[in-house]
């Protein structure tokens, strides 16, 4: 083989190997993104639609910089109680409540935040007349001329569903202001079924969604809650269902840490059971409908955030405890304690967060278990409570002084309850580790019924612990009775 033979077929080679490593980076890259699944969601913030006294100006003001420093970029302004967004829509806002507009979408504006006008009309619209057709665009050209350029129209929780008309409203709305106005970005709307088991029944899709689906605009974004109103968790199914439906994909209104239909307790979890197989190409929009509580609401809403930013790579408990350092500092190994008890909020239609205190509970179970049982593991478990007893009895009292006034303020009730569990609790570990002759277990177990009133006056205005302490008393007595009778 010649030299100049041999120099090409080298080079021949030199360049098949470097094509064959660029082929194989371009599979790594490309693995990579298909395994991460990272893309983020577009649209990610927060919706002010929950029932009760709205957020005051200088919570959302707040709120609107707090959100900034979380990446968030999207605010949903649609209070229930704000008459001018919902009871009176029709009508234009005074003139004291536009300044406050304004200064918010000033705000928003410099926080690069998208502030989303809503106004939800269900109520009484007349979806056929033209004097509330021109209402609404009238309504939403006063915001827009004050720099709003995005907007939603809200269809939840009215007594009346006229599909069709809906429909037609909303597509006159968007055909009408919205594309006449080519800075406008996508009008947004919540239906009247916006979740999924309202939408379906035995997979067959209910009248009105299919109405609904059918004669929207197809470049109209569509919110919904996922499987259920507050639902245990979102999957892949559920987003693919329901993007199917609209033949769309649809974004999220997600009802956690909302506790509009449960004010004693509070959400103090992250979002929990949360795929991590769909992004932003499945969820265009991701929308967290906080508390009446801005500052407690914080810490869902940056688990909410991390998520938003990084589906595939989201992990709640690492999201929570990284939100409450941010937040609370040297406070958070005791904020953490106090969270650990006031995360689940469970009724006969809402299903959604994380068990309350769920490493106590499972002590708990296996320690009751253990007593049954007459087993030597009792004793080990019971070393353990004693000693998340004490603990917890420290996290709490150091929140008592230390908090902020204005965190504080939101939660007293819950630490003064969660304080009376645990004093309670004490008493009834020290009898059962001691086991103390007859008139003493008495005299304890009066000083434990004692503080059981005094639980039961702070239920009236908070819950907390739920299905763990809540019902350590009733535990404890059953023990106490087959011990002492």
Known sequence: MTSSNLKLKLSFNYLLIAMIIALVAVLVSVTSVFATGSKAIPLRGIVEGFYGVPWTQQQRLDMLDFMAGKKMNAYIYGPKDDEYHRKYWRQPYPEDKLQDLQQLINRAKADNIEFIFAVSPGNDIDFASAKDKAAMVNKMTAMYKMGVRQFALFFDDIPTKDAKGQAEFVNYINRNFVKKHKDCKRLIVVPTEYYLLAMENQ?????????????????????????????????????????????????????????????????????????????????????????????????????????????????????????LQEQYGELAQAMAVFADHSQRLENNWAHIGHGDAARLREMYDNYWRAQANHSQEAAAIRQRLLEDNANRSQMVQMLQEMLKPEVKAECQEQ??????????????????????????????????????????????????????????????????HDKYQ
Request: glycine share 6%; charged share 25%.
């Open 203 to 323: 997979g067959n899709v209910q009248e009105y969604t299919a109405a609904f689906a059918g004669n929207l605009d197809k470049d109209i974004l569509v919110l919904y809650t996922g499987a259920e109103v507050c639902p245990d968790g979102l999957t892949e199914e559920t987003i693919s269902r329901v993007n199917e439906i609209y033949g769309r994909a649809a974004g999220l209104w997600w009802n956690y840490p909302v506790n509009d239909y449960m004010e004693q307790k509070l959400a103090l979890g992250p979002l929990d059971s949360i795929t991590a197989e769909a992004d932003g190409t499945d969820i265009p929009a991701f929308f967290v409908n906080p508390m009446f509580k801005p500052e407690l609401s914080k810490i869902a809403i940056a688990t909410a955030a991390d998520y938003a930013l990084a589906p595939a790579e989201f992990n709640a408990s690492e999201a929570w405890q990284k939100a």
């Open 415 to 480: 630490l003064e309850l969660l304080q009376l569990y645990t004093g309670q609790e004490r008493i009834g570990l020290y009898i059962m580790d001691n086991e103390p002759d007859r008139d003493e277990a008495y005299r304890l177990l009066r000083a434990m019924a004692d503080k059981q009133k005094a639980i039961e006056a702070k239920q009236q205005t908070a819950k907390i612990s739920e299905g763990v302490l809540d019902g350590f008393y009733a535990d404890f007595l059953k023990w106490f």
